[in-house]
């Protein structure tokens, strides 16, 4: 039952995210505690120029989605009436409209949305991309600073400034962390659901039968693996020596706190993005095992911070092009990187539920916003599965879910951006079902073959990195020999020696773009290569940016030592570098500030990269939380 009587909801949830931009059209994603209706006003503040000013009415223009007795999902599609100059800064209000009703606006509603010295959230319209913020992996329990910060003091300084202006922020995975939540996040995901009824739902083959029964049972906190699915005949993951969970379907170390209901994930995504909820929440221990209160309240330092830090992240998400794409974290560790592992899951209807329920999460916060009319099927297929009471034919709703195959998507900037779906379009090992699966199947990569053809250059975003570091790719190959590919997490792009083959020959022919920019994350560290193709005049020019994470981090002193056996093992003229499937690829280093020996850059923050019309010219550095700015120089 709904706790709102209680206290006052505020207004909007979460949002306003300004999603995908064009000269064109301009798209809102927010969340409100009601079903209002919405005005729209986009104008040009220089020459006093009105873009749009009216009711966002008509199906075309507004979607809604109730998940909630007091929560609702919006998509705003706003066309713009004339003309517009790339480099405009458009200036925008959202009014709330409800039937009896004084209308309220978004700058009225959300003062802290606004930069010092303005009256209206905007952002800036470009059609030639020239730079990208991107990062991935926020997880926030993780001790490290919050890198979209970063992406608030830059959009706050292109005020001043219009050299810091980022044409757009490109979110390239784990936005939010499923499987890997933390005591206090769970907590107050339990008072979100009170406060905003959001949508509980009967559970098959599980220990509880209802999602409201999660919270009362004493494995609730800190102990979720024991009310998660097992699977007899799914692979071994229990041995202590490989530091797995005992449930081999859902095989992340951390799943302590797994969310399980698709109430638990949309609690998530508000928690994630918004202060407005934290302020209705209170947090405390009262419900959490002896045992594990000291885990506890070192997550709650953590928590608290993050929370505080809240308002910057919706100012910074509501003035700046924002686009994501899912790996796998948004949904659970380890999502579908083996046969096996998509068999013992998607044959269990519980562990289905689960993953599906994240999925219908990613759709409405992250996927719909990216692509609007790319994902209109998928709404027009699920919003039927939406009533004012709850869900109907909830496993209807998730097998549509998991059936669509359109997540990936384009956008038509100068240069063009290829956004893959590494995860749902996998290529699957028939020889054994415990083999990692290639990150795209045949017929995904000769899609992406097709889009490539013809253009000058590309910047592509893959959630892991096409070229990784050598020697954790061969500790994975060893662990996948003995059948422990679920305990290294090896999902590389060489781990498939199919996807492997043809995306390097998709960059050796000769019908693809002479430069090519990557953009990665996935991994919690940093790094920059340059590649070009040995024995071959007129190479194609890559450069691999990864920028991870965002709050997230590697084990420091491990990664050290990782960087110094790769420089040993796998240096210029090692002849190791022959046993790999890269081999006629020259792979240089870019040096974290030229440093000496270090190649890889263990710090949260968020990327930036500048590229010239051609991508002739890629400059990337990492915009440490720490403050610190660290540029990798590519060598003469």
């Known amino acids: 039952m709904s706790q709102s009587t209680f206290q006052p909801l505020p207004e909007v949830l979460a949002g306003p995210i300004v999603r995908q931009v064009h000269t064109k059209q ?33 199906p075309e223009l507004f979607s809604q989605v109730q998940v909630g007795e007091h929560a609702f999902v919006n998509l705003l599609t706003i066309p713009v009436n004339v003309d517009v100059k790339c480099g405009t800064r458009i200036y925008y209000d959202i009014k709330l409209c409800r039937e009896n009703e004084l209308p309220l606006t978004i700058s009225e509603l959300l003062p802290d949305l606004l930069y010092q010295g303005q009256t209206l959230p905007s952002f800036v319209v470009k059609q030639a991309v020239r730079q990208i913020l991107h990062g991935s992996c926020r997880k926030p329990h993780h001790d490290s600073g919050d890198g979209l910060l970063v992406v608030d003091s830059q959009l706050e300084a292109a005020f001043k400034d219009a050299q810091c202006s980022p044409d757009l922020l490109m979110l390239s995975g784990d936005q939010v962390y499923t499987d890997d939540v933390a005591g206090p996040m769970l907590v107050a995901i339990k008072q979100t659901i009170g406060h905003l009824g959001l949508f509980n739902e009967t559970l098959s083959g599980a220990v509880i039968e209802h999602s409201l029964d999660v919270f009362e049972h004493p494995d609730c906190y800190y102990q979720r693996p024991k009310l998660l699915p097992d699977e007899p005949s799914a692979e071994n993951t229990q041995k202590k020596f490989f530091g797995a969970k005992k449930k081999p379907i859902f095989t992340s170390v951390n799943a302590n706190n797994h969310l399980i209901s698709f109430a638990e994930v949309m609690a998530m995504y508000i928690l994630t993005w918004s202060p407005e909820m934290w302020r209705l929440v209170n947090i405390d221990d009262k419900d959490i095992p002896i045992p594990f209160r000291a885990t506890f309240a070192k997550e709650k330092i953590a928590i608290d911070q993050f929370s505080r830090g809240l308002s910057r992240v919706r100012r910074a998400l509501a003035h700046v092009p924002v686009y994501m794409v899912f790996d796998d974290h948004d949904i659970t560790d380890d999502w579908n990187l083996t046969r096996g592992w998509e068999e013992a899951v998607y044959g269990n209807q519980f562990a289905k539920r689960i993953v599906g329920n994240a999925l219908i999460g990613y759709w409405l916060c992250q996927g719909w916003g990216n692509n609007p009319q790319d994902l209109a099927g998928l709404y027009q297929n699920c919003r039927e599965h939406f009533s004012k009471t709850g869900i109907v034919e909830h496993d209807k709703l998730v097998d549509q879910v998991l059936g669509w195959e359109h997540w990936h998507y384009h956008l038509d900037t100068s240069p063009k951006i290829l956004v893959l779906d590494t995860r749902t379009q996998r ?29 000058e250059a590309v910047i592509m975003i893959s959630a892991a990195p096409v070229f990784g570091v050598k020697l954790i790719e061969t500790i994975q190959k060893v662990f996948t020999f003995f059948g422990k590919a679920l ?16 995306i390097l020959n998709i960059f050796r022919n000769r019908k693809t773009p002479p430069n090519f920019v990557i953009l990665s994350g996935d991994v919690h560290y940093s790094f920059v290569y340059d590649i070009t193709l040995r024995f071959r005049h007129n190479s194609p020019n890559i450069t691999q940016i990864t920028s991870s994470g965002i709050k997230n981090e590697f084990p420091d002193s491990l990664l050290q030592w990782f960087d110094r056996l790769n420089r040993v093992f796998y240096s210029k003229y090692s002849p190791l570098n022959w046993f790999t499937q890269r081999r006629n690829m020259l792979v240089k280093h870019r040096r974290p500030d030229n440093h000496k020996v270090r190649t890889l850059l263990n710090g949260s923050g968020i990327g930036l990269l500048k590229v010239d019309a051609d991508c002739s010219k890629v400059e990337a550095q990492q915009m440490c939380a720490s403050g610190k700015i660290v540029t990798f120089k590519k060598k003469d």
């Open 26 to 58: 301009v798209n809102f994603w927010l969340m409100t505690s009601k079903p209002y209706d919405f005005e729209v006003l986009l104008h040009n503040l220089v020459n006093q120029e009105v873009l749009f000013d009216g009711a966002a009415s008509t």
């Open 487 to 502: 305990t290294v997490d090896a999902e590389n792009w060489m781990a498939h020696k199919g996807t492997a083959s043809v």
């Open 427 to 455: 290529w699957r090992s028939e020889s054994n079902k415990n083999k990692p699966s290639g990150l795209m199947d045949w017929e995904a990569l000769s899609e992406l073959q097709q889009e490539l053809i013809g253009q």
